[in-house]
């Protein structure tokens, strides 16, 4: 099956731990994203990829960092600068570039304890 | 003014009623538009796209885009329980895929 996979589902950090989210996929597809969402609210484009060995920073790119080393995976980094990094995150992908239709994960929940 | 706007509700119909689902933009020059569905918990999934004025149908899904009034709307037809959820509306903006905040929906049994 063709598809985005996110790993951990569900994810806890101590304060001053960096933490990485996971996220493959097998479509093919050229650009990828990472979005942040918090309870009642929209998506937040943290970063986004459109080749290979190539990102941009989306509108909250502070505190996070990733790396696009294979067109299936583009893992996030969630670092001790991120001060309130507790949210559900999202990886999505698109057959190319950013106008196109973009296709969702299933997501990682990352609390701060 | 938010790039994408939506009621966020909650929005209440009964069970096969139809719902109404609206959403402004700002950018004139937008050519894309998405709905997606989000279930509490869930990661959003597709439901229509549309890119000309007038109207798309999709089964008990009809997505209306009116360009000159810079406003996109999906209306749901015959509503079901398991269509209570959180739909967000999704709008190509300046290059880049800008989403609303979602409104709720519940419908009841």
């Known amino acids: 099956d063709g598809g985005i996979t996110q790993s951990p589902k569900y994810l806890f950090r101590k304060e001053g731990q960096n933490v990485t989210l996971s996220c493959e996929q097998n479509l093919n597809h050229d650009a990828m994203y990472w979005y942040r969402q918090d309870p009642g609210q929209g998506l937040r484009l943290i970063y986004y990829s459109q080749i290979v060995n190539d990102f941009q920073k989306g509108d909250i790119a502070e505190g996070y960092s990733v790396s696009r080393e294979k067109k299936e995976s583009f893992p996030l980094t969630v670092t001790s600068a991120q001060k309130n990094p507790t949210a559900f995150y999202l990886c999505?992908?698109?057959?190319?570039?950013?106008?196109?239709?973009?296709?969702f994960g299933p997501g990682t929940r990352l609390t701060v304890l | 003014q938010k790039e994408v706007e939506q009621n966020s509700g909650p929005l209440s119909v009964p069970e096969g009623a139809i719902a109404s689902l609206n959403c402004t933009y700002s950018d004139r020059g937008s050519q894309s538009f998405f709905w997606y569905r989000q279930y509490s918990g869930k990661s959003p999934e597709l439901i229509m796209s549309?890119?000309?004025?007038g109207d798309k149908e999709d089964g008990r899904f009809t997505a209306q885009l009116n360009k000159a009034s810079q406003y996109v709307s999906l209306l749901i037809r015959d509503s079901q329980p398991s269509d209570s959820a959180t739909y967000l509306c999704?709008?190509?903006?300046?290059?880049?895929?800008?989403f609303g905040a979602g409104t709720r929906l519940t419908v009841k049994p």
């Open positions: 999704a709008v190509n903006i300046a290059n880049d895929m800008r």
């Open positions: 999505a992908s698109s057959s190319y570039g950013t106008t196109d239709t973009q296709y």
């Open positions: 549309i890119y000309s004025n």
